[in-house]
């Protein structure tokens, strides 16, 4: 860890997690936290669902809502990055507090629900992006909202014009009934009417826009099942697996273990790449799989990639580590190509997959 990050760390440590949070925004925003982007390196490049990442490495959602510094997390060496969760109408979310730091465990647990300023203050900030910054648009369903599946639609046609690609997050525990949207006939009216729209805003346009699935880790083997078969039935560009889990098993931290929301961090990283794993041998080789949840450096993305990953996300290992983190995960990926004398990181891709896959869930 840098000395700017140590400092950082603990700086930031002495407020609660939420106004930190608002803090390291507001500090990307100013400038003040110093681009540290590693090297260009062919051999990390990868062209995924049409798109050219200059390498692996992404920001999950969840960290910039509302689509303030997009560019400024590029410029830690991320090769992309992904705005939201936003919803067609700002909403606050829950009542606070509703993010807890488990230090001991590397580990953050939230109970946000969907807080942002919806989507007209997003579409806002990205029309002022660079075309040629590579940001996703992670979209979501209002709380309160009649039609959910109606405003997922939304979200495609809003924001067509500037996403380089679109998440349907139907995975986050901290909107009531959200994750019903995983089951098998949900799922198929969901990803019918997304797709519909994105192949008329398509046509309007000219363009097409990926469009991924965002699912969770709390699933069984039935489950995995059902939205292995749903997606491959339609013309989706990927998975990201995974959102948050409800699981608290092996925290060492009992005391915040108890409060209610999803865990991210390092304790999500085996359970998220186990199912990552199994969803790589249901879906074949061709669909597209982002791998999230625990990433924390250069050898835990490379075991992503390895489980059968194309590309990787991480935020919350970034509270710990501070902005060096993504620039030091990408320098370590070049590491891994010059010890594995591999011209390609994805000639790593399942190199593994049935390590993880055959674990039990």
């Known amino acids: 860890m840098s000395l700017f990050s140590t400092l950082g760390r603990k700086g930031l440590f002495l407020f609660d997690p939420e106004t930190a949070h608002g803090l390291s925004i507001a500090a990307l925003k100013a400038g003040l936290v110093p681009a540290c982007p590693a090297k260009a390196d062919p051999r990390l490049a990868q062209t995924v669902a049409g ?24 410029r830690l060496g991320f090769g992309f990055t992904e705005i939201g969760t936003v919803t067609p109408r700002p909403q606050e979310g829950n009542p606070k507090p ?64 500037v996403a ?5 997050n139907i995975s986050s525990p901290n909107t009531p009934g959200l994750r019903d949207l995983q089951a098998k006939e949900s799922l198929h009216a969901l990803l019918s009417a997304v797709l519909a729209a994105r192949a008329e805003e398509a046509a309007r346009l000219g363009r097409h826009v990926p469009v991924f699935l965002k699912i969770a880790p709390d699933l069984t083997e039935e489950g995995l099942d059902d939205i292995a078969e749903v997606a491959l039935a339609h013309p989706l560009d990927g998975l990201i697996v995974s959102n948050t889990t409800l699981s608290r098993e092996g925290l060492g931290d009992t005391r915040q273990a108890g409060e209610a929301g999803g865990l991210s961090g390092k304790p999500l990283f085996e359970k998220s790449t186990v199912v990552l794993a199994k969803m790589r041998r249901r879906a074949g080789e061709s ?12 050898e835990t993305a490379a075991e992503k990639i390895r489980a059968g990953a194309n590309l990787v996300q991480l935020y919350s290992c970034m509270v ?24 390609s990181i994805s000639a790593l891709r399942g190199t593994r997959t049935a390590h993880w896959a055959d674990r039990a869930l």
Not at 51 to 74: C, I, Q, R, S, T
Not at 118 to 133: E, Y
Request: aromatic letters at 8%; a neutral charge; proline letters at 5%.
């Open 51 to 74: 798109l050219a990442f200059p390498n692996p490495l992404g920001m999950a959602a969840g960290y910039d809502k509302n689509a303030e510094v997009p560019e400024a997390l590029l």
């Open 98 to 161: 509703r993010i807890f730091r488990l230090v001991q465990d590397d580990a953050v647990i939230n109970r946000l629900g969907f807080n942002n300023a919806g989507h007209a203050a997003a579409l806002d900030r990205l029309k002022a992006c660079r075309r040629d910054a590579l940001i996703g648009v992670n979209i979501g369903a209002n709380k309160d909202s009649a039609d959910r599946i109606a405003d997922y639609v939304a979200g495609i046609r809003t924001f067509y014009d």
């Open 164 to 168: 380089h690609y679109f998440t349907a």
């Open 287 to 298: 669909l597209p799989i982002i791998g999230v949840g625990g990433v924390s450096s250069a």
């Open 320 to 343: 710990y580590a501070g902005p060096t983190l993504p620039g030091g995960i990408v320098k370590g990926l070049s590491r891994i190509c010059d010890r594995e004398q591999i011209a």
